[in-house]
T-cell receptor, first 116, second 117 residues
Framework: AQSVTQLGSHVSVSEGALVLLRCNYS??????LFWYVQYPNQGLQLLLK??????LVKGINGFEAEFKKSETSFHLTKPSAHMSDAAEYFC??????????????FGSGTRLQVQP | KAGVTQTPRYLIKTRGQQVTLSCSPI?????VSWYQQTPGQGLQFLFE???????NKGNFPGRFSGRQFSNSRSEMNVSTLELGDSALYLC????????????????FGQGTRLTVV
């Protein structure tokens, strides 16, 4: 069974500082990995996804993530935080695309605060 | 292109009642999944429907059920509501192709906030 661990339920950075949100996964087969963002009272918006094409994945709003198989990690980064980045971020894993098991397993989320 | 539409956005129900939530997927998307989000348990998968058939089910009691119509719209029903069913219920649609490499991206609606009192 697959699982996702997000280290740090809350992360606070200053505006303009580097954003690093950590995600480690566990999967017995090559996974698909995703990062979603959720603003208050909203649904989830896809930031980026890894589907084995390239280990460094660029997403929307200046975010990117690097898939490291040896570390089973898929950390999300952004070089310079903006106030509008304040939100909750979820890492998710999906496996079993050939067996029809398409459920996403989410991490517990990391709330990002951006200080002025 | 319209996104995933969930109705209603907010609901207040009394313990013991039943509730039906609706989800209209993105046009052309044939797969609809439902998730429950609570502060304590986070985001948990409920079930997935494709071509009117339930293809996958999470670990929820039988009080939670769903269905999908021929136009891919989906409904989920919760019977005999409990206080613990208070949550944000999210629907996601995806374009599911024949190849396993396509259609894995899920687009989420804004959710239905259910409060059970």
């Amino acid at each position: 069974a697959q699982s996702v661990t997000q280290l740090g339920s809350h992360v606070s950075v200053s505006e303009g500082a580097l954003v690093l949100l950590r995600c480690n996964y566990s999967s017995s087969v090559p996974p698909y990995l995703f990062w979603y963002v959720q603003y208050p009272n909203q649904g989830l918006q896809l930031l980026l996804k890894y589907t084995s094409a390239a280990t460094l994945v660029k997403g929307i709003n200046g975010f990117e993530a690097e898939f490291k198989k040896s570390e089973t990690s898929f950390h999300l980064t952004k070089p310079s935080a903006h106030m509008s980045d304040a939100a909750e971020y979820f890492c998710a894993v999906s496996v079993g695309y050939d067996t029809g098991r398409r459920a996403l397993t989410f991490g517990s989320g990391t709330r990002l605060q951006v200080q002025p | 292109k319209a996104g995933v539409t969930q109705t209603p956005r907010y609901l207040i129900k009394t313990r013991g009642q039943q509730v039906t939530l609706s989800c209209s997927p993105i046009s052309g998307h044939r797969s609809v999944s439902w998730y429950q989000q609570t502060p304590g348990q986070g985001l948990q998968f409920l079930f997935e429907y494709f071509s009117e058939t339930q293809r996958n089910k999470g670990n929820f009691p039988g009080r939670f059920s769903g269905r999908q119509f021929s136009n891919s719209r989906s409904e989920m029903n919760v019977s005999t509501l409990e206080l613990g069913d208070s949550a944000l219920y999210l629907c996601a649609s995806s374009l599911r192709g024949d190849s396993g490499l396509r259609g894995t991206e899920a687009f989420f609606g804004q959710g239905t906030r259910l409060t059970v009192v």
